[in-house]
């Protein structure tokens, strides 16, 4: 990138306060007297560093002197915070601000600019990890790296290769797994919208935020086949699995909303799947129960159940063993 005005800066901003610490900053660029749409000439390398200062914007190249021009190689920043940050590079011209990079970054990865390359001859690797090669007329792309570093955020990787000359179009991508407990930090994020998510609750693994005002929904489609959503208990540990026990938990479907000044601390309204008694492969009970949050309170209860033999019970968890419909109350 080239900086050819005196008005035009590169400045680093980010979509959420600091929590604890500021991001690493730093920024490698050359300037040169050179008047802009001029080549030749010396170009004098410098380096800049900084601190990032949460939602306000930080200088990281200034504007070049009149007449003369800055070419940007790189720009580089160390989350040193413990969340994730929206992280921003700008172009600032004389006040008219456009994003040039924007990435989610999580606690204690980097955030990389510097410019794309790329060859019909011998390839190139992007900004972002991506390698292009062109080997026989066939170009092979390559997303993300084996090892699926820290560094490379929620990235997995992907590759694949498209005929010579844009022309048709066979494209089979290897997808490694997404997340693993030597390779990812937890959680996946799908993020629709520009700025960064609220922090997902403790246990999540994916978190999928929409657009806002638009409602947001995971789809499965099957065809010739039929669609689900399933839950698998286990007790123990994955290596070592032991049976359910009574009253675990087989699968929940939750939700929480946001108050005043942040979202629910546990569920305020709850669908849930439990064990009836401990499990054989010959003895499986289930039973279901529905939680709901009177108004004027936080307190969540367990309103009504479908007891293992079919007994709907409301306003009780006590089934008598007879009447399929028990309410007390």
Not at 55 to 66: H, I, L, R
Not at 110 to 116: A, H, I, R
Request: with cysteine.
């Amino acid at each position: 990138m080239i900086l050819d005005q005196p008005t035009r800066t590169l400045e680093i901003i980010l979509g959420e306060a600091m929590a604890t610490s500021n991001c690493d900053i730093v920024a490698c660029y050359a300037t040169s007297a050179l008047a802009s749409g001029t080549s030749g000439g010396t170009f004098t390398t410098a380096v800049a560093q900084a601190a990032s200062n949460g939602t306000t914007a930080v200088t990281v190249v200034p504007a070049p002197a009149g007449g003369a021009q800055t070419q940007v190689n790189e720009v580089r920043v160390h989350n040193n915070d413990t969340i994730s940050h929206r992280i921003m590079l700008r172009l600032n011209d004389g006040g008219t601000v456009r994003i040039v990079l924007a990435k989610t970054v999580s606690a204690g990865s980097d955030f990389l600019y510097s410019p794309t390359t790329q060859s019909d001859a011998g390839g190139g690797i992007q900004a972002d990890g991506t390698t292009i090669t062109n080997t026989a007329g066939v170009i092979s792309v390559t997303y993300g790296t084996t090892a699926n570093t820290a560094a490379e955020g929620n990235d997995a990787r992907i590759t694949g290769a498209l005929s010579a000359s844009g022309a048709a179009t066979t494209y089979a991508p290897l997808v490694s797994p997404l997340l693993s407990a030597t390779t990812q930090t937890a959680p996946a994020v799908v993020n629709a919208n520009v700025t960064a998510p609220a922090a997902a609750t403790s246990t999540a693994v994916v978190q999928v935020i929409g657009k806002d005002a638009t409602g947001v929904k995971v789809e499965v489609d099957g065809y010739g086949g039929t669609p689900g959503f399933a839950g698998r208990r286990a007790d123990g540990t994955q290596a070592a699995p032991t049976a359910v026990a009574a009253n675990d938990t087989l699968m929940q479907m939750s939700a929480f909303g946001y108050g005043a000044t942040g979202f629910s601390a546990a569920f305020r309204a709850s669908y849930n799947i439990y064990s009836a008694e401990g499990w054989t492969d010959t003895a499986q009970g289930t039973f279901h129960s529905f939680f709901t949050t009177a108004k004027g309170t936080t307190t969540t209860s367990e309103k009504a159940r479908l007891s293992d033999a079919g007994h709907l019970l409301i306003g009780t968890t006590t089934d008598d063993g007879t009447n399929l419909l028990q309410v007390a109350g």
